[in-house]
């Protein structure tokens, strides 16, 4: 009887114990459904990614040496041009046509020229009569004087008078030459009515391709007049291609020159290789999408040797992703950049450990994306939480969220 009274007790107090302790499972915390990626070794690269545009490395812009009068050119964008190839010719520009008024001056100065011609061939024929009449005169006076019949200062007299009459003539004669010219420059002046001109008088002259290349752009198709130096066409060589990428500074900084370089986005299916060339010594301010000034450095890159970017189909302006290799290797401990997280100034993430969440430090390297590269602190196998959101903490279940 005393034992029966000890058991019933003891086994209230065993249900007692079994209720709380089931009721303290059903109250516990459910675990934080986490995603986990796995600490890997595998092939990294540490590049810097940035669109660019293909450009030639130097252009030819053929302009107009002198004025004239530009005939139509039959050129056209794409074309292809050899050495020396005639591009466009160029006339002498038209004299402007006369208005009634100019008309009827130019027919005026013209019969004042004529008459000025008349006048100074009548003016050479009165020398040339007044010389002739003083030669007669002094050949008698030398006869006479060879007599001893005139005195030598009469003979010196009509010599004289000789001489002066010839320098009279040479004058009249000069002048009606000048007149015949003023009169050629005043038929000249009434000759022209409408502009046109004669190709046989007034040769065009041929303006030459200073290289074998490709018209890239026209500026002037049509004819008409046009001003020394005025741009006609650009030539260029698609050979010479070359990337230009604008990279932040803070970028350009990480890239040398000789940098190897992946090219792709171009429209083909496989990568072109390249090589940094030079990095400009000045940048520029850059408005981004988001209105942000950007800081911007211009970086050359060179098409590798063997490829031809012309037989690719790539010309200038076309875009390219540049992908800038700034470090790689085969096997480097690495995990998501998203387990990162900061706390007590050093740099941390979540391994799963069991059912439990555990803060590790670790010592991060390179970055590369999406992907870090861990130096200290990890194993490869390892699981860490990606994403680790408030409810994660030290210690805490966890459920992975297939």
């Given amino acids: 009887m005393t034992s029966r009274r000890w058991i019933r007790p003891l086994l209230w107090s065993l249900a007692s114990l079994a209720l709380l302790a089931l009721l303290a499972w059903a109250l516990r915390p459910a675990p934080v459904p ?12 540490d590049s810097v990614i940035e669109e660019g545009r293909t450009r030639l490395r130097a252009t030819w812009n053929v302009s107009v040496p002198i004025a004239g009068y530009l005939q139509r050119v039959v050129l056209e964008v794409g074309d292809d041009v050899e050495q020396g190839q005639p591009l466009f010719l160029l006339e002498p520009s038209p004299a402007p ?12 100065m013209l019969q004042a020229a004529e ?17 002739r009449f003083v030669e007669a005169e ?12 005139v005195s030598t200062a009469d003979l010196d007299q009509r010599r004289s008078q000789r001489d002066r009459l ?32 004669d190709d046989a008088e007034h040769p065009a002259l041929e303006v030459r391709a200073p290289i074998a290349g490709k018209v890239l752009t026209r500026y002037r198709c049509c004819e008409g007049s046009v001003a020394a130096g005025e741009p006609i066409i650009e030539l260029g060589n698609l050979s010479d291609l070359e990337v230009q990428v604008d990279l932040l500074s803070m970028d350009a900084v990480r890239v040398r020159p000789g940098m190897a370089v992946r090219l792709t986005g171009w429209g083909g299916e496989e990568s072109l290789a390249g090589v940094v060339r030079r990095i400009e010594p000045a940048g520029f301010t850059r408005i981004s999408a988001l209105g942000v000034d950007e800081q911007r450095v211009p970086v050359i890159v060179d098409f590798s040797e ?23 290797a085969d ?34 390297g390179r970055r590369s994306g999406l992907a870090t590269q861990v130096l200290d602190g990890l194993q490869a196998g390892d699981r860490i939480i990606t994403h680790p959101g408030e409810r994660v903490a030290e210690g805490v279940r966890v459920h992975i969220d297939e």
């Fill in 166 to 197: 010839s320098a009279i003539e040479s004058a009249a004669a000069s002048s009606v030459e000048a007149a015949r010219f003023e009169v050629a420059s005043a038929r000249a002046v009434l000759a022209v009515a409408s502009g046109q001109r």
């Fill in 306 to 328: 063997e490829l031809d970017p012309a037989a690719l189909g790539l010309g200038s302006g076309f875009r390219v992703d540049a992908e800038f290799l700034v470090w790689q």
């Fill in 138 to 149: 002094f050949e008698r006076y030398r006869i006479l004087h060879q007599r001893n019949l």
């Fill in 34 to 45: 986490v995603s986990v990626a796995r600490v890997s070794a595998a092939p990294f690269v």
């Fill in 115 to 131: 008459a000025r011609l008349r006048a100074a061939q009548a003016n050479l024929e009165t020398a040339r009569a007044e010389r």
């Fill in 97 to 108: 046509a006369l208005d009634p008024r100019s008309r009827q001056q130019a027919e005026d």
């Fill in 331 to 364: 096997e480097v401990l690495q995990l998501p950049t998203s387990a990162l997280f900061r706390a007590d100034g050093e740099w941390r993430v979540f391994r799963v450990e069991g059912e439990h969440a555990r803060q590790v430090p670790i010592t991060p």
